[in-house]
Each structure stands twice: as C-alpha cells, then as structure tokens.
C-alpha cells in the first residue's frame, strides 16, 4: 500500500510537470526550428533571423512554463503572478535557460496568490473588487519577482550545474545507456513524466543551448523499443493482441503514442528486458555516432524527431540509427520471448485495463487495442448508473434511463449507486468516461458503457434499441399494466419544499473557474444548514476525479463518497451563470450544488434531470431574473 501511494504520488508530480510543458511544445518546436533553419551551421544560415534563438530560450520558453505552472494552481490570475516571479528567476541566472526555476517559480506564484485570495474573500467592500485583484496580483508578483531573483534563480543555477555535470560524467564514463534500466520501466509504469519533464528535458535545453543538440532529448522519446514489441507481435502474436499490433504500430511510430505499446508488454512482464535492452542499445549508439536533438520531441513520433534533429547530415544519420537498432534489439528479444512463452492466447483486453489503473484515468488510445470485454446479455434486467459517490450525476443519469425505459415498455430496473457499491448481479453498469476503468476493475464481467454527457447521450437510445430487440409483445403489455398502477406512485416535488428555499437560488452570479462557484455553492449549503463545512472541501475533491458538468449547460458539484458522513439533511443551492463558467472546456450556466442523505433528495433530483435534459428549459432558467422564476420552473415541471 505504501509503494502504492508513493507511485500515485510521483505520478501526479509528473503530471503536473509536464502539464506545465507539454501545452507549451509548440513553442519548443518554433525555437527548435528557428535554430535548425537560421543559426551559422543551419540550413539556411542568416544572421538577423538567428538573432530570435537567444531570446526565446531565455525569456520565452521559461515565461511560457512559468504562466502555464501558476494557472495550474490559480487559474488566470495564478499564471500572471506566476509569470511575474519567473522573470525574477531568469533575470537572476542569465546565463542559463530557466527551465527548472520556472516549474517552481510558476507554481510558486499561483500557489500564494491563491491563498491570498481565500484570506480576503468576503471580506472586500463592494466596488472594490477590482482594486484589490489588480493591486494584490502586482504586490505579491512583485516581492516574488525579486525573491526569485536573489534566491530560487542563483540556486536552481548551482542546481542545473550539478546535473550537467554528472550526465557529462556518466557520458564520459560510458555508462548513458544504463539509463534506459530505469527510464523504459519508468515510462510503462507512467513515472517517466517526473523524469523526462523534472530532469531530462531541463538539462538537455541548457546543453543545446552550449552545444546546438543534446542527447537527453532522445532517451526518452525514441519509439525504436516500443516498435520492436509491435513487430513481434504482429508475426508471433496470437489473437486480438497481434490483429491490433500494426494498427498500435502505425500510432506508436509516427503518431507518437508510446503509451499504446504499453499493455502489450504488460501481458509478458519478460517484454520489460526487450524494451530495456532495445533502449540501452538506442542510447549506445546516439553515445557512439554522436546524436541528439536541438529540442524536445514530443509526442515521441519520429516525424516530430526528424524535425528538431540539428541540420547536420550525421546527426540525421545517428538518430535514425538509434532508432533503427533499438528497434531490431527490441524485436529481436521479444521475438525470442513470445516463441518460448507457453501461454496460449494474449489477453490484451485485461493488460488495457492494468495499464489504464496505472495511469490512474482513461487512456486515450485504450480503444485500438481491446475490446469490450463484456457483451450485452440477451435478457437485462438490472442496469446501474455508476459513479464516485452516487448521489449526483448518476441519479440524474438513472432518472433519465429509468423514463426512456418507461417509454419504451421495458421490465428493466434502473437504479444508482457509488462505483464502490456495484454488486455482482449487475448486468449493465453505465459510467462517466474516466470512471469507467475503476468501475471495471470493480465488476469486470458486466457490460459497460461509457458516456461523457448524463443528460442527453446517445449511448442511451443505442441501450433502449438493443433491449427492444429481445422484447415481446406479451412483456411490453405487461410493462404498460405495471405502469397504469404506478402512476399514483410517481414523486411528488411539492413535499420536498424544504429541499429547495428561495433564498437558496441565486441569480445572476458570476465567477472566474469553477473552483469558486464549487466553493460558493458548498458555502450555500454549509449557511442553509444541509451539510457540515468539510464538505465543501470534499466537493472539490469530487470535481477533481471527475467532471460533474452533466451537458446541457448544467453542472451538479457534490461531495465524494466518503463526504456523506458531512451531510446533516438532504438539500439543494441553484447558481445561475448567466455567462457560463468552464467546466473542463464546458460552459455551465445552471449549477445545482447537492447534498444527498438516506436517498431522500432523489425525487427533486429526478425531476431536475427530466427539465434539464431538454436545453430549452435549461435556456428558460438562465435567462430568469428572479429565484422565484427559477423554483416555479422547477415546480411546474
């Protein structure tokens, strides 16, 4: 368990640091270009363009990571803070390309003002909003700026100084390729990210910068290793694994995607030693015929090699050797793996969901290479909505499946429930995308369906079809008799009036990301009562595994499972957005904050699902002015 939560955590510290980098390639590849093209030795040598190389490696690129590192933590006000110390930190150490001192300087920045900002909310005076934001953001930017420049900026310098010198040590010494024992493990385990962004990238921009390329830039993103496995399977490989390989093999090589090799290799551990040697061997021969790279590759395509390799025809000549030999290593080891394995057929499904429980959410190219291991059985009768604390999206979803099978005079039961609480007689279970994983490891042998929309998925209509099919009319009669007697039985919103106060509906708000309105709503349910104030925190914590945008303009932030203990009675806050607030790249207009105790809000959230699957009523609600308009919407539906 201890290794475990040391895994996630360097994970998660990777993750940060690449996402502080990887938005920002783009400007790695234009200065990696200019250089190529415009420098004395490039390709078209020109002495007033190449004047552009110094300053983007100086300011640009490090500025860039220290806006992106401080947007992270405090969105748009987070990045200019966080820009605003990063220029400390390269004014501080000129002489060397800021990398590193930016991915602490950035977050740094963000990190500070953001605790500024929850010191001083509700406290400033109306109409002075804008005074403090801009005078806080120009303070605190200020004395960071200048503690940057005296102390993060010398000593991340001393720091970059020890790395270059014993990465030119371990060079010297011969020993480079014993690198790839560490970092080819690394990269199917998802630490690389720590390595390659932390440590890799950082050192091989400040050694380009002296020498024109770096090999650093190469240890990581050669796909010759992961190729090599592809290869193998495609002619020893057995059933759905070698079907699937040439189409990996297409994505690996020049789209880049290394992480689509990774569940091959899961389902032979001995592949590790072919993917190991194949890169200690790639490493040996950048060492021997002298290649690298003038800026990171990434993704690891070969195309995206090809176009920051220096303009020099043996470096061109070295890369593409590394990448040729660790290719045929790798192959060659694998081949001699997979020939004397005694396993009879692969199971790339089960090794895809092992590499997506390592990485912790959904893989984005999971679906080239498995399949659905379940398949829909011929007669349903129990279909569970599914989600992290089963209060919030997955009572709305259920409530929405629960009418359409109504509709469709089907005898299906449709309920919901946390992803901890799935049960073994389960036949269907129905997710959010990135919670779909967690939910199959918890009941593999059950179909499941991932949908990114609970309000208005298509996976639903696709669902009620299939079902149609097996239906008779004898059962649809049946269903429709059953239905006849339930009609006095349907829920009744007049009884939950104290579910939704007025008071507890605001209009017109507005807010700069959706940690504040999340934060605004939980503070709404903590003043009316509904829940204890650990669970606005807990709510944030929900927001953080997954989205609770629902579609349709409509988000529902609650707390996670384990928050449940923090509600006191069941309740609801409305926050009308006129102008909407991002969601994960989606505008939320209408979020309704929940607090779910004993099942008792489900009613009032079953009918809120029902008006909000259709956008005019969503539409209606935001363009209301009072909250007296939006509780008799509610009402009347």
Same mark, same amino acid.
């Given at each position: 368990?201890?290794?475990?939560?040391?895994?996630?955590?360097?994970?998660?510290?990777?993750?940060?640091?690449?996402?502080?980098?990887?938005?920002?390639?783009?400007?790695?590849?234009?200065?990696?270009?200019?250089?190529?093209?415009?420098?004395?030795?490039?390709?078209?040598?020109?002495?007033?363009?190449?004047?552009?190389?110094?300053?983007?490696?100086?300011?640009?690129?490090?500025?860039?990571?220290?806006?992106?590192?401080?947007?992270?933590?405090?969105?748009?006000?987070?990045? $200019?803070?966080?820009?605003?110390?990063?220029?400390?930190?390269?004014?501080?150490?000129?002489?060397?390309?800021?990398?590193?001192?930016?991915?602490?300087?950035?977050?740094?920045?963000?990190?500070?003002?953001?605790?500024?900002?929850?010191?001083?909310?509700?406290?400033?005076?109306?109409?002075?909003?804008?005074?403090?934001?801009?005078?806080?953001?120009?303070?605190?930017?200020?004395?960071?700026?200048?503690?940057?420049?005296?102390?993060?900026?010398?000593?991340?310098?001393?720091?970059?100084?020890?790395?270059?010198?014993?990465?030119?040590?371990?060079?010297?010494?011969?020993?480079?390729?014993?690198?790839?024992?560490?970092?080819?493990?690394?990269?199917?385990?998802?630490?690389?990210?720590?390595?390659?962004?932390?440590?890799?990238?950082?050192?091989?921009?400040?050694?380009? *910068?002296?020498?024109?390329?770096?090999?650093?830039?190469?240890?990581?993103?050669?796909?010759?290793?992961?190729?090599?496995?592809?290869?193998?399977?495609?002619?020893?490989?057995?059933?759905?694994?070698?079907?699937?390989?040439?189409?990996?093999?297409?994505?690996?090589?020049?789209?880049?995607?290394?992480?689509?090799?990774?569940?091959?290799?899961?389902?032979?551990?001995?592949?590790?030693?072919?993917?190991?040697?194949?890169?200690?061997?790639?490493?040996?021969?950048?060492?021997?015929?002298?290649?690298?790279?003038?800026?990171?590759?990434?993704?690891?395509?070969?195309?995206?090699?090809?176009?920051?390799?220096?303009?020099?025809?043996?470096?061109?000549?070295?890369?593409?050797?590394?990448?040729?030999?660790?290719? $045929?290593?790798?192959?060659?080891?694998?081949?001699?793996?997979?020939?004397?394995?005694?396993?009879?057929?692969?199971?790339?499904?089960?090794?895809?969901?092992?590499?997506?429980?390592?990485?912790?959410?959904?893989?984005?190219?999971?679906?080239?290479?498995? *399949?659905?291991?379940?398949?829909?059985?011929?007669?349903?009768?129990?279909?569970?909505?599914?989600?992290?604390?089963?209060?919030?999206?997955?009572?709305?979803?259920?409530?929405?499946?629960?009418?359409?099978?109504?509709?469709?005079?089907?005898?299906?039961?449709?309920?919901?429930?946390?992803?901890?609480?799935?049960?073994?007689?389960?036949?269907?279970?129905?997710?959010?995308?990135?919670?779909?994983?967690?939910?199959?490891?918890?009941?593999?042998?059950?179909?499941?369906?991932?949908?990114?929309?609970?309000?208005?998925?298509?996976?639903?209509?696709?669902?009620?079809?299939?079902?149609?099919?097996?239906?008779?009319?004898?059962?649809?009669?049946?269903?429709?008799?059953?239905?006849?007697?339930?009609?006095?039985?349907?829920?009744?919103?007049?009884?939950?009036?104290?579910?939704?106060?007025?008071?507890?509906?605001?209009?017109?708000?507005?807010?700069?990301?959706?940690?504040?309105?999340?934060?605004?709503?939980?503070?709404?349910?903590?003043?009316?009562?509904?829940?204890?104030?650990?669970?606005?925190?807990?709510?944030?914590?929900?927001?953080?595994?997954?989205?609770?945008?629902?579609?349709?303009?409509?988000?529902?932030?609650?707390?996670?499972?384990?928050?449940?203990?923090?509600?006191?009675?069941?309740?609801?806050?409305?926050?009308?957005?006129?102008?909407?607030?991002?969601?994960?790249?989606?505008?939320?207009?209408?979020?309704?904050?929940?607090?779910?105790?004993?099942?008792?809000?489900?009613?009032?959230?079953?009918?809120?699902?029902?008006?909000?699957?259709?956008?005019?009523?969503?539409?209606?609600?935001?363009?209301?002015?009072?909250?007296?308009?939006?509780?008799?919407?509610?009402?009347?539906?």
């Amino acid at each position: 368990m201890a290794q475990s939560n040391i895994k996630v955590k360097v994970q998660k510290f990777g993750n940060f640091l690449s996402s502080m980098v990887l938005p920002n390639i783009g400007a790695f590849i234009a200065w990696g270009l200019i250089t190529a093209l415009f420098i004395p030795t490039g390709f078209f040598p020109n002495e007033s363009l190449a004047n552009l190389v110094g300053p983007m490696v100086t300011y640009l690129l490090p500025l860039l990571i220290g806006y992106t590192g401080g947007k992270l933590v405090n969105d748009q006000r987070g990045g $200019v803070v966080g820009a605003i110390a990063t220029m400390g930190v390269i004014v501080g150490a000129p002489e060397t390309p800021m990398f590193l001192g930016a991915m602490v300087a950035g977050p740094l920045g963000g990190y500070v003002i953001k605790k500024f900002d929850q010191l001083v909310e509700g406290r400033i005076r109306s109409g002075f909003e804008m005074l403090v934001n801009n005078f806080s953001a120009g303070i605190l930017g200020a004395i960071l700026a200048i503690l940057a420049y005296l102390g993060i900026g010398p000593a991340v310098d001393a720091f970059t100084e020890v790395l270059v010198a014993g990465v030119d040590w371990l060079i010297a010494a011969g020993l480079l390729p014993l690198t790839s024992i560490l970092i080819e493990p690394a990269k199917i385990l998802f630490l690389n990210n720590a390595i390659n962004h932390g440590v890799l990238s950082p050192i091989g921009l400040e050694q380009s *910068q002296d020498t024109g390329k770096s090999i650093l830039f190469l240890l990581e993103a050669n796909p010759g290793p992961g190729l090599g496995v592809l290869l193998a399977f495609m002619l020893f490989g057995r059933g759905t694994a070698k079907q699937s390989a040439s189409g990996a093999g297409i994505i690996h090589f020049f789209g880049g995607i290394h992480e689509i090799y990774f569940p091959y290799v899961l389902m032979k551990p001995m592949l590790f030693l072919s993917v190991i040697l194949g890169g200690m061997s790639g490493v040996f021969t950048l060492v021997l015929l002298g290649g690298g790279l003038q800026a990171p590759a990434s993704p690891g395509s070969i195309l995206a090699i090809a176009a920051v390799t220096p303009a020099d025809g043996m470096v061109y000549v070295a890369n593409f050797a590394a990448v040729l030999v660790a290719t $045929v290593v790798s192959f060659v080891v694998s081949a001699i793996v997979m020939k004397t394995s005694k396993t009879i057929d692969e199971d790339i499904n089960a090794a895809t969901e092992k590499m997506q429980q390592m990485k912790g959410k959904k893989s984005s190219v999971a679906g080239h290479v498995s *399949q659905n291991s379940g398949a829909l059985p011929a007669e349903v009768n129990k279909i569970v909505f599914a989600c992290d604390a089963g209060m919030g999206s997955s009572a709305m979803g259920a409530s929405l499946l629960r009418k359409k099978v109504k509709e469709a005079g089907l005898d299906v039961s449709v309920t919901n429930t946390a992803i901890s609480n799935l049960t073994a007689d389960t036949q269907v279970v129905i997710t959010q995308e990135e919670l779909t994983p967690r939910a199959k490891s918890k009941l593999p042998g059950a179909y499941h369906i991932s949908v990114d929309n609970f309000l208005s998925s298509p996976e639903y209509d696709k669902l009620i079809a299939s079902l149609q099919d097996g239906v008779t009319e004898e059962q649809a009669e049946l269903v429709e008799e059953s239905e006849q007697e339930a009609v006095d039985t349907e829920p009744n919103m007049d009884k939950d009036d104290d579910l939704l106060l007025e008071e507890n509906i605001f209009v017109g708000k507005e807010f700069a990301n959706k940690e504040e309105v999340i934060r605004f709503a939980g503070e709404a349910l903590v003043k009316a009562g509904y829940v204890k104030e650990s669970y606005v925190d807990a709510m944030l914590e929900r927001e953080g595994i997954t989205t609770t945008y629902m579609g349709n303009n409509v988000a529902i932030p609650h707390g996670t499972e384990e928050a449940k203990k923090a509600v006191l009675k069941s309740g609801f806050t409305v926050i009308q957005v006129p102008n909407g607030v991002d969601f994960n790249g989606e505008k939320a207009k209408l979020i309704f904050g929940i607090a779910g105790k004993d099942g008792t809000h489900l009613d009032i959230l079953s009918g809120i699902a029902v008006i909000c699957s259709e956008q005019e009523n969503v539409d209606k609600m935001v363009q209301a002015k009072t909250a007296k308009e939006i509780k008799d919407m509610i009402n009347s539906k």
